[in-house]
Structure formats: C-alpha cells, structure tokens
C-alpha cells in the first residue's frame, strides 16, 4: 500500500510568512494526525483527525497555526505568520485505529 | 518536563558491541510502542508492548515492558552500522488517548 505522502520535503521562509504543508494519509485510515519535531526533541503532537473533525487540538498554537481536513481525507497545515522558533520538522501520521502510526517522511521547514 | 525520559540522549558503539537504550515514566501507560527514525524520514514502528512484563524479540532487538508498566527498555545485541539512527519510544497513557513520545535516543554504530 502507498505510505503517507507529504509535501513540501523543505520550506524556507523568513519570519512573518506564510506556509502550508500538505498531506494525504493512507486509504481507509480515519485517524490523521500532525506531529512538530524540534530539532534533537521528540515528537509533539499538534492536531489529531477522526475523519473530518478535531479531535485533540490542545497543543496547537492556534493564534498562529490552522489545520484543516476537508472530506475527511487529506489535511493541510497553515503557520501564519511564521516565528523563528516554528523552524522544525512537521510529521503527518495516520492510523486506522489507535496502534500502528504510519508517519510520512515529513517537511523540514526552516524560519529564518 | 517530558511524560517519556529516555536515556542515554546519546550513545556511540563499535560495530558487534550491545546497547540499552531506557524509557521512563512515573506515569502508567496502557501501552508503548518503540519507533527507529533515520534522517530525513518519519518514525518507523518497530514494536507495540501491551502487557506488563511482556518482552518482545525481533531478530537482534529485545523490547521489555516493566511490570508496572511506567517503564520500557531496547536492548540490541552485536549492533550493526545499520542500526544507526534515532530510537524514539512512546505510549499511551492509562488515563489518556493521546500518543506521547520521549525525547529520543540517537544511537551511532561505527564500522
């Protein structure tokens, strides 16, 4: 089966900019999540999907970061405006119940 | 401070030596799950552990659930180069849904 796919492999914008990443997450899997990965740190979960709601969006800092999952199938990340400290790795992931995360191999982006 | 304290944060071997890498919580997981990453990829599970105790064997790595299910260890026998990258585990809290990571091993297994 097709992995999850991701797009752009790398951003650079200066701070103040805008960005978007895409996602689009394996057929069938209901559960779609977006993951920030600062540099020598693990993980940290942003926003999890089931189909087209929200289910956990606790850690997004949402005066500045949107997602969005229309039709319940792909997804989009919005920063808006970018920080320096938003410079990381932004991981989609899905799953088709709660075990077994497929992560995408991510977008690096870089804020400078 | 992280949910998941793994340990060493960082850890160079020669090819053929083993290696421990340590997760752990005063919190009770349901589950943990150990995942490899390389660079410029995602995470790759290698291994869910459910049941307090459970040790779990794929091929040279060995995954071990505490009894308490608060902790969790990657033991890995006669490393290869190919077993270079970053071990990331995670779990699943008993009171909680949410997948949670620790801040990760990088491992280095020189030729």
């Known amino acids: 089966e097709a992995g999850v796919a991701q797009s752009p492999r790398y951003k650079i914008i200066e701070k103040r900019q805008s960005v978007a990443f895409w996602c689009n997450p394996i057929?069938?899997?209901?559960?779609l999540y977006w993951y920030q990965q600062i540099l020598g740190q693990g993980p940290k979960l942003l926003i999890q999907?089931?189909?087209?709601?929200?289910?956990?969006d606790s850690q997004l800092p949402k005066d500045r970061f949107s997602a969005e999952r229309l039709k319940g199938v792909d997804s989009t990340l919005k920063i808006q405006p970018a920080k320096l400290e938003d410079s990381a790795v932004y991981l989609c992931?899905?799953?088709?119940?709660?075990?077994?995360?497929?992560f995408g191999s991510g977008t690096r982006l870089t804020v400078v | 401070t992280q949910l998941l304290e793994q340990s060493p944060q960082f850890l160079s071997i020669q090819e053929g030596e083993n290696l421990t890498v340590y997760c752990n919580s005063s919190?009770?997981?349901?589950?943990l799950q150990w995942y490899r990453q390389e660079p410029g990829e995602g995470p790759v599970l290698l291994v869910t552990?459910?049941?307090?105790?459970e040790v779990k064997k794929l091929k040279r790595l060995t995954f071990q659930f505490g009894d308490a299910r608060k902790d969790s260890s990657l033991h890995i026998t006669a490393a290869q180069p190919g077993d270079t990258g970053l071990y990331l585990c995670?779990?699943?809290?008993?009171?909680?849904?949410?997948?949670?990571f620790g801040g990760g091993t990088r491992v280095l297994v020189k030729p």
């Open positions: 919190s009770v997981f349901s589950s």
């Open positions: 057929s069938g899997h209901a559960t």
């Open positions: 999907f089931q189909n087209n709601g929200v289910v956990d």
């Open positions: 552990v459910v049941t307090g105790g």
């Open positions: 992931a899905s799953s088709f119940r709660s075990y077994g995360y497929t």
């Open positions: 995670a779990g699943f809290p008993a009171a909680g849904n949410k997948l949670t």
